[in-house]
């Protein structure tokens, strides 16, 4: 892209869940600014008819579809009603999320289930819903909402980094099925002042995480350039990507005492320094098999 390229989203129809609020508002206003028509779900109507109308008195187009992400038949519906009046589905922004933080001694299963449920299931109906019609335009842009949590870990949230790591899983496969149709597949990971965050982050914190900063960084996931399999760390203007990576480890081999040597060689065994952040799940078996000594042994098997 030249200096002088800008984005353009006019003709782009962008639906962007839990943007009744906080970070969803801001992606869909700033989608909007770019030209999208958007589709602003959220839980309740009146946020999302509030949302739609901000964007409208802004000279843009949007309307406001009230239902649960976790819902097939509500997403079913959303997804008609966009394709009745636009007629095609460009851009997906997975963003609808909530919290019920304990520590995992604490945390019952069915708060467990519920967080999965609406940030991984949620993400993959809303997803499911619009994949044959990106497919058949042979254009996509989706983007799935993960978090530092999931990528990193933090204190009390089990349920919600399990379900946020889901998402990159999910993003990595997606990414390679979507590759043939130019649907681009990526991860966001915000740090943001919302009512998510508000009893979470410091008073200093809160006033520079504006959730606005982060917004740019979903329409550029969302642009014609966008990149694919990406995890895009995004808090106060500032932008970094997130990898997962695999050490070159050493062979160890079988034997009786295998799990003794493991122990003895864990410094060589998780040395970052020829560390590589493999294309696809196979690298792994693929380095596996060489290191045993095993040059062309292929690893896809059926049969
Ligand atoms: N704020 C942060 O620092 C931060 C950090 C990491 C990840 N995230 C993620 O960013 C996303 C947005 O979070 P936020 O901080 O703006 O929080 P928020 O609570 O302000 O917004 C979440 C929105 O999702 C909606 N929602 C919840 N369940 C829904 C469902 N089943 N169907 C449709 N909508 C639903 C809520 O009504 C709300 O408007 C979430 O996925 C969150 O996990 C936020």
Known sequence: MTSFDRIDLNDRVAIVTGAGGGLGRCHALELARYGAKIVVN???AENAEKVAAEIREQGG????YAGSVTDEDQVQEMVAATMDRWGRIDILVNNAGILRDRSFAKMDVSDFRLVV???LMGAVICTKAVWEIMRAQGYGRIVMTTSSTGLYGNFGQANYGAAKMALVGLMHT?????EKYDIRVNCLAPTAATQMTGGVLSKEALELLDPALVS????????DAAPTRA???????HFACANITLTDGVFIGGGEDAADRITDRWEEIADRTNDITPRFGF?????ELKSAG???VSMAGGG
């Open 294 to 296: 095993a040059e062309d």
């Open 174 to 178: 997606l990414a390679i099925e979507g």
């Open 61 to 64: 187009e949007a309307i406001a």
């Open 216 to 223: 740019p960084g979903v329409v550029a996931l969302s642009s």
């Open 283 to 287: 690298t792994q078996g693929q380095r």
């Open 231 to 237: 995890v895009l760390c995004a808090g106060a203007g």
């Open 42 to 44: 959220d839980l309740g």
């Open 117 to 119: 449920d609406v940030h």
